[in-house]
Antibody, heavy 121, light 107 residues
Framework: EVQLVESGGGLVQPGGSLSLSCSASGFTLRTNGMHWVRQAPGKGLEYVSGLSNNGGSTYYADSVKGRFTISRDNSKNTLYLQMSSLRAEDTAVYYC??????????????WGQGTLVTVSS | EIVLTQSPATLSLSPGERATLSCRASQSVSSYLAWYQQKPGQAPRLLIYDASNRATGIPARFSGSGSGTDFTLTISSLEPEDFAVYYCQHRNNWPFTFGQGTRLEIK
């Protein structure tokens, strides 16, 4: 059974940094593209970032480009999202999402339960 | 960026009724459109991908249709567990985007 478990969320001040992790099980991380999608409280879904299975291709939403970095450690079956220069509008539940394919195709077949990031002073 | 517009924003129906949800794209997304279901406090779940393919474990009462710019998610006979928010999402090109959602509520 595929499982994605996010961790690392919490309260951070504006301008601060935070690192999210996503531990994957039930499949081999190196075979699939992976993504982060977020959802602000009471709002819809927003794509944040994606990374191909070999790490060769990365994608970032304009709203986070230059501030967020996606990475993976296939040996640990773990996906990461390093977030810096955080703003109030980054407050959201961040979901780790598995792509059905090895590249970044945008077909999101499994989602984690999410971790809440709150940016506030 | 392709904008996806879902309608209606809220749909009020009773169990056993047929639900029809719409998603319109600002330009063609070919058949690269998916539908997700999200219940309160839960992560989204993939229902339909590439316009008309049911994901693993999705009941046959869920079906998708359409291509180009106009897509429909149909639930043939609503079960109590189907009342939730539904999102469409395209993967035709970068950036991937989501619709704003349709809330399906019990009448």
């Amino acid at each position: 059974e595929v499982q994605l478990v996010e961790s690392g969320g919490g309260l951070v001040q504006p301008g601060g940094s935070l690192s999210l992790s996503c531990s994957a099980s039930g499949f081999t991380l190196r075979t699939n593209g992976m993504h982060w999608v977020r959802q602000a409280p009471g709002k819809g879904l927003e794509y944040v970032s994606g990374l191909s299975n070999n790490g060769g291709s990365t994608y970032y939403a304009d709203s986070v480009k230059g501030r967020f970095t996606i990475s993976r450690d296939n040996s640990k079956n773990t996906l990461y999202l390093q977030m810096s220069s955080l703003r109030a509008e980054d407050t959201a539940v961040y979901y780790c999402v598995k792509d059905r394919y090895g590249t970044v195709t945008g077909l999101f077949d499994y989602w984690g339960q999410g971790t809440l990031v709150t940016v506030s002073s | 960026e392709i904008v996806l517009t879902q309608s209606p924003a809220t749909l009020s129906l009773s169990p056993g009724e047929r639900a029809t949800l719409s998603c319109r794209a600002s330009q063609s997304v070919s058949s690269y459109l998916a539908w997700y279901q999200q219940k309160p406090g839960q992560a989204p779940r993939l229902l339909i991908y590439d316009a008309s393919n049911r994901a693993t474990g999705i009941p046959a009462r869920f079906s998708g249709s359409g291509s180009g710019t106009d897509f429909t998610l149909t639930i043939s006979s609503l079960e109590p567990e189907d009342f939730a928010v539904y999102y469409c999402q395209h993967r035709n090109n970068w950036p991937f985007t989501f619709g704003q959602g349709t809330r399906l509520e019990i009448k």
